[in-house]
Structure formats: structure tokens, C-alpha cells
């Protein structure tokens, strides 16, 4: 994938890694009942917990929030590969920039092209065919899901390994930091700013 690269042939792949994406989402979409997650017998043990801090009625207002946000975030699942591809390969050259590597960006972008497809195309095949939820079938898509990411990650590694001229360990230290300062950071963040909106709504009852 280093070596030889073909952009038509990476855009290809991307593409089709979108279609099996979206065919995923879709799938996930019909079989997801959101009201089942939050209501009667069958919600969440977070939305209990949920109603005993802040109250049924503002509890009421966050699960309208969620709600009304699932949508989009099928939508977003379904250009998910998009992310790993983009995201993926401009974390791990800002962590090699910041080991002190300054190879050319471009061959890294197409082998992400590459290797993003190569492994999210089995696991969204798995879930669309599979299906989400808590049977037999849902339960081995989650596991393939879990093997195509690692196997990604093995993948990268090696790249990394490959592209750098750099040892094994050292690829390894630059995979860790791309993944927790630019993945694992920013989603706590993002997931610490939300629900700071929350706390600050409740305890100025602004619901």
C-alpha cells in the first residue's frame, strides 16, 4: 500500500467502505427502538439514575435531546469511514511531527485510503447482515467489529513501522499517542463539555 499506491483504486475502496457503512447505519436505524431504551421495563439503567438526580420532568427534557439527535448520529455513523480515513492518518503524522519524523503526508493519506476499507468493510458487512442488538447474530458482528479494529490498528502500526523508517516500539509509541491525544482527548472533552451544559441547565433551572 506504501509502496505502489493508486489513488483511483483508494477512492474506490473509500467509496465502497461509505456504501457498506451506510448499509450498516440503516440497519441499526430500523432495528434501534430509541423509546425502548428510556422507557418502562426495558430503559437503561443510566436513565433510572438518570430520574433519581435530576427529576422525571428534566429527565424528560435530556432523553427529548437524545431523541431527537439519533438520526443524525445514524447519519453520521454512515460516513464514519471518512473520519478514520482523514482523522486517522493526520493524528498519526501530528504524533510522528511530534516525535521529530517529517516524511511527505501524501503516501500516508493514501494508505489510510487503503487500510480504513481493508477493515471497516467486513465489520459494516457483519452488521448489515448480521444485525445490531443483543442476539447470536448481533453479538458476532460486535466481535468482528472488535477483530477489524484491531486488525486496523495492526495495520497502521505497521505503516507507521514502514513510512518512518522507525523500529517497532517506537511506531507503537507514536500509534499510542495518536490515538489518546487526538482521538480519546478530544471525545472526553466533547463528552465532559456536554454534560457540563446539563448540570449548568439544571442548577441554573433554566428546565
Known amino acids: 500500500m506504501l509502496a505502489h499506491p493508486s489513488t483511483l483504486a483508494a477512492l474506490f475502496l473509500m467509496s465502497l467502505a461509505c456504501v457498506t457503512s451506510t448499509l450498516a447505519a440503516v440497519r441499526v436505524g430500523n432495528e434501534t427502538d430509541v423509546n425502548a431504551l428510556f ?19 428534566r ?17 453520521v455513523t454512515a460516513f464514519a469511514p471518512l473520519f478514520y480515513w482523514l482523522l486517522g492518518s493526520t493524528a498519526v503524522h ?4 511530534l516525535a521529530g519524523l517529517r516524511p511527505p503526508f501524501a503516501p500516508l493519506l493514501l494508505f489510510f485510503a487503503y487500510a480504513t476499507p481493508l477493515t471497516l468493510v467486513p465489520a459494516n458487512l457483519a452488521t448489515a447482515t448480521l444485525g445490531s442488538g443483543s442476539g447470536a ?10 477483530v477489524c479494529v484491531g486488525w486496523l490498528l495492526l495495520i497502521v502500526h505497521r505503516g507507521i513501522e514502514r513510512h518512518y523508517g522507525v523500529a517497532s516500539d517506537r511506531a507503537l509509541r507514536i500509534l499510542v499517542i495518536a490515538v489518546i491525544v487526538f482521538y480519546f482527548v478530544p471525545l472526553v472533552l466533547i463528552v ?16
Open 39 to 57: 422507557f418502562a421495563g426495558t430503559r437503561e439503567p443510566l436513565v433510572q439514575a438518570m430520574i433519581n438526580a435530576l427529576g422525571p420532568q
Open 59 to 75: 429527565t424528560a427534557v435530556v432523553l427529548y435531546l437524545v431523541q431527537r439527535s439519533f438520526d443524525a448520529v445514524v447519519i
Open 94 to 97: 501530528a504524533s510522528a511531527r
Open 137 to 146: 447474530g448481533a453479538q458476532l458482528a460486535s466481535l468482528v467489529g472488535i
Open 192 to 207: 465532559g463539555a456536554a454534560v457540563a451544559i446539563i448540570v449548568a441547565a439544571v442548577l441554573l433551572e433554566y428546565f
